[in-house]
C-alpha cells in the first residue's frame, strides 16, 4: 500500500543550524512528491515538488529536498534555519487518478514538528 | 498568484444546526479538493472535483454535500454533524488533466460542533 512515513515526531534546532527532515515513502509506481509547510491554526503551504528529472529540488525559503529512489527517501533540508521556519512539515506523495491524471489523493506522512532555539 | 481563500475562518454549530463552507480560486483551476484534518494529525482527503464534477468521494458520511456551482467555488454544507466532526477543513485546488500539478491549499476553517 502507498504510504508515506516521517520518522521524527518532533526536532529541535539552533537558529543558524543545518536542518534535515526525513521523509520515506512506499509507491510502486514513479513517485510524485511534495513537501509542505503549517504554522499553527493555518493551511498547508507548498514548499517544493519533485515529479521527473533532477533529483535535488530547489523550494521557497531556502529550502530544498534530494529524491532519492534506491532509499525511497525524499529529505528535505535547509543549511540555516531561521526562528520563523518553526512550524509543522509534512512529506506527501500523490495518489494519481485512475486515468492518470493528476488530481488525485494526497498521502501524507504524519508531520515533523520543528521547533528553534534561539 | 496562488490563493485559495475559504471563509469562515472559524465556525460553531450546534449538532441540528445547518451551515456551509466556502471555498473560492481564481487560478484557472479545474480540480479542488476538500479535506479535514484533526489536531495533531495530517490532512485527510474528503472529496474531489474535477471540471466541477465529483470525481473522488473517501467514504464520507452523508452529512457533508460538496457542491462545485462553477470552476471557482466549492462549498461544503454541512448538517446535523456530530461533535467528532470537529477539525480544521481545508479547501485546495490544482489544475486538472493529465500532467503533473501540485495542490495549493487554503487557510482552513476551524469547525467546532458542540
Same mark, same amino acid.
Given at each position: 500500500?502507498?504510504?508515506?512515513?516521517?520518522?521524527?515526531?518532533?526536532?529541535?534546532?539552533?537558529?543558524? =543550524?543545518?536542518?534535515?527532515?526525513?521523509?520515506?515513502?512506499?509507491?510502486?509506481?514513479?513517485?510524485?512528491?511534495?513537501?509542505?509547510?503549517?504554522?499553527?491554526?493555518?493551511?498547508?503551504?507548498?514548499?517544493?515538488?519533485?515529479?521527473?528529472?533532477?533529483?535535488?529540488?530547489?523550494?521557497?525559503?531556502?529550502?530544498? =529536498?534530494?529524491?532519492?529512489?534506491?532509499?525511497?527517501?525524499?529529505?528535505?533540508?535547509?543549511?540555516?534555519?531561521?526562528?520563523?521556519? =518553526?512550524?509543522?512539515?509534512?512529506?506527501?506523495?500523490?495518489?494519481?487518478?485512475?486515468?492518470?491524471?493528476?488530481?488525485?489523493?494526497?498521502?501524507?506522512?504524519?508531520?515533523?514538528?520543528?521547533?528553534?532555539?534561539? | 498568484?496562488?490563493?485559495?481563500?475559504?471563509?469562515?475562518?472559524?465556525?460553531?454549530?450546534?449538532?441540528?444546526?445547518?451551515?456551509?463552507?466556502?471555498?473560492?480560486?481564481?487560478?484557472?483551476?479545474?480540480?479542488?479538493?476538500?479535506?479535514?484534518?484533526?489536531?495533531?494529525?495530517?490532512?485527510?482527503?474528503?472529496?474531489?472535483?474535477?471540471?466541477?464534477?465529483?470525481?473522488?468521494?473517501?467514504?464520507?458520511?452523508?452529512?457533508?454535500?460538496?457542491?462545485?456551482?462553477?470552476?471557482?467555488?466549492?462549498?461544503?454544507?454541512?448538517?446535523?454533524?456530530?461533535?467528532?466532526?470537529?477539525?480544521?477543513?481545508?479547501?485546495?485546488?490544482?489544475?486538472?488533466?493529465?500532467?503533473?500539478?501540485?495542490?495549493?491549499?487554503?487557510?482552513?476553517?476551524?469547525?467546532?460542533?458542540?
Amino acid at each position: 500500500a502507498q504510504s508515506v512515513t516521517q520518522p521524527d515526531i518532533h526536532i529541535t534546532v539552533s537558529e543558524g =543550524a543545518s536542518l534535515e527532515l526525513r521523509c520515506n515513502y512506499s509507491y510502486g509506481a514513479t513517485p510524485y512528491l511534495f513537501w509542505y509547510v503549517q504554522s499553527p491554526g493555518q493551511g498547508l503551504q507548498l514548499l517544493l515538488k519533485y515529479f521527473s528529472g533532477d533529483t535535488l529540488v530547489q523550494g521557497i525559503k531556502g529550502f530544498e =529536498a534530494e529524491f532519492k529512489r534506491s532509499q525511497s527517501s525524499f529529505n528535505l533540508r535547509k543549511p540555516s534555519v531561521h526562528w520563523s521556519d =518553526a512550524a509543522e512539515y509534512f512529506c506527501a506523495v500523490l495518489l494519481r487518478g485512475s486515468y492518470g491524471g493528476s488530481q488525485g489523493n494526497l498521502i501524507f506522512g504524519k508531520g515533523t514538528k520543528l521547533s528553534v532555539k534561539p | 498568484d496562488t490563493e485559495v481563500t475559504q471563509t469562515p475562518k472559524h465556525l460553531v454549530m450546534g449538532m441540528t444546526n445547518k451551515k456551509s463552507l466556502k471555498c473560492e480560486q481564481h487560478m484557472g483551476h479545474r480540480a479542488m479538493y476538500w479535506y479535514k484534518q484533526k489536531a495533531k494529525k495530517p490532512p485527510e482527503l474528503m472529496f474531489v472535483y474535477s471540471y466541477e464534477k465529483l470525481s473522488i468521494n473517501e467514504s464520507v458520511p452523508s452529512r457533508f454535500s460538496p457542491e462545485c456551482p462553477n470552476s471557482s467555488l466549492l462549498n461544503l454544507h454541512l448538517h446535523a454533524l456530530q461533535p467528532e466532526d470537529s477539525a480544521l477543513y481545508l479547501c485546495a485546488s490544482s489544475h486538472a488533466g493529465r500532467g503533473n500539478y501540485e495542490q495549493y491549499f487554503g487557510p482552513g476553517t476551524r469547525l467546532t460542533v458542540t
